[in-house]
Each structure stands twice: as C-alpha cells, then as structure tokens.
T-cell receptor, first 114, second 110 residues
Framework: GAVVSQHPSRVICKSGTSVKIECRSLDFQATTMFWYRQFPKQSLMLMATSNEGSKATYEQGVEKDKFLINHASLTLSTLTVTSAHPEDSSFYIC??????????FGQGTRLTVV | TQLLEQSPQFLSIQEGENLTVYCNSSSVFSSLQWYRQEPGEGPVLLVTVVTGGEVKKLKRLTFQFGDARKDSSLHITAAQPGDTGLYLCAGGQAGTALIFGKGTTLSVSS
C-alpha cells in the first residue's frame, strides 16, 4: 500500500529554537499534503494544506510565520516550527492523498519544547 | 462548514461485547474513511466507503455508509483487547483535506 514517511518521530528542543519535520510520500506523487496537530485523546486538527510549488493554505488561527511549510517537490513537504515555545508541544501528523480522498498518514512527530 | 459528529466519544467495554460507533453529518461526502490510531502513531486506514448504502466487512468490523452519504457506522462484534484505540471517521471531497470527527476512544478490558 501507499506509504507516507514522517521524520523525526520524536524531538525535544529548547524554547526559542526551530524544528523541522519532514513528510515524504514514498511510492506516489502528492501534489497536496496536509499537516495536522493532535492533542492527547483528541482528534486531528487541520493546520494547513501544503501545495507543491505554491504557498501553503493555513487554517484560521494558525500562524503562518510560526509554522512554515515548504512543499518543494511532489514527494516532500516540510513543516518548520519556528521560535518554539512549550505550548507548541504536541503531536504533529502529515497526510497525503494518493487517489481521490483516500488519505495516508505519516507516523507522527511528538514535539516537546523545554 | 462541513462537520462530522462522532459518537460516543469514549467507550469502555468488556471483552466479547459488541459496540457501534456513529458518524453523522448534515453534508454529503463523496467518500468516508474510518481510521484506527494507537498512541504515538499516525492513523491507519481501515476502510473507505464511497457508495450510499455500502456495507464493508473487515473480520469482526462492519462498516456502513448511509444511503444519502451523510452518515456512517462502525460495528465491532465480540470486541477484543487488541481493538483498543482511537477510532476516527473522516469525510472528504476529492483533492481537499479530510474532515475528521472528534474520535471515539475505545477501551476493551479482558
């Protein structure tokens, strides 16, 4: 089946630093990828839509200058959390659609900001 | 704004019991997916339903898509501890982000 790989799976960083999370579609091309944030025992909250070759579309309330998204190729999207603060600690998940609406998710990244 | 109402939000049952999770919306979806997620991992696709009235079975799991493509249900027969996890329904239109229900946290104890 389709595979989406997300890296790293866990990261701990100091307040004020930046962290980059990568999302790769391994066996298909994805012109669109999606980034979600998830709090414990809650559902996924869409943060932004990453479009290959163009600017990302951010959901209301998501700071685009804080969560930088780059989708430079058809198989790679990156999310950079800039000037991270403890409240940015969360589980971040990316997804890509192979055909139609069927989405495949990365393994997720547990970010802890200390 | 499209919304998916998923219920119940939490479910704690004994091994061997049956359960049903519901996902309802006022909007029509071109397809609806069910995912299962374990702590610290990404959601894993269980099934996609696309046709109104469609019923799909995956071992002890039965998925149904409503005739009007606005609602869906997941029924688990004879639940086992290994079924424990977060179950998510998600609806979508082609090329757009999925809309997720709030999820159902299922705990099956032996």
């Amino acid at each position: 089946g389709a595979v989406v790989s997300q890296h790293p799976s866990r990261v701990i960083c100091k307040s004020g630093t930046s962290v980059k999370i990568e999302c790769r579609s391994l066996d298909f091309q994805a012109t669109t990828m999606f980034w979600y944030r998830q709090f414990p025992k809650q559902s996924l909250m869409l943060m932004a839509t990453s479009n290959e070759g163009s600017k990302a579309t951010y959901e209301q309330g998501v700071e685009k200058d804080k969560f930088l998204i780059n989708h430079a190729s058809l198989t790679l999207s990156t999310l950079t959390v800039t000037s991270a603060h403890p409240e940015d600690s969360s589980f971040y998940i990316c997804s890509a659609h192979r055909v139609g609406t069927e989405a495949f998710f990365g393994q997720g990244t547990r970010l802890t900001v200390v | 704004t499209q919304l998916l109402e998923q219920s119940p939000q939490f479910l704690s049952i004994q091994e061997g019991e049956n359960l049903t999770v519901y996902c309802n919306s006022s909007s029509v979806f071109s397809s609806l997916q069910w995912y299962r997620q374990e702590p610290g991992e990404g959601p894993v696709l269980l099934v996609t339903v696309v046709t109104g009235g469609e019923v799909k079975k995956l071992k002890r799991l039965t998925f149904q898509f409503g005739d009007a493509r606005k609602d869906s249900s997941l029924h688990i027969t004879a639940a086992q501890p290994g079924d424990t996890g977060l179950y998510l329904c998600a609806g979508g239109q082609a090329g757009t982000a999925l809309i997720f229900g709030k999820g159902t946290t299922l705990s099956v104890s032996s």
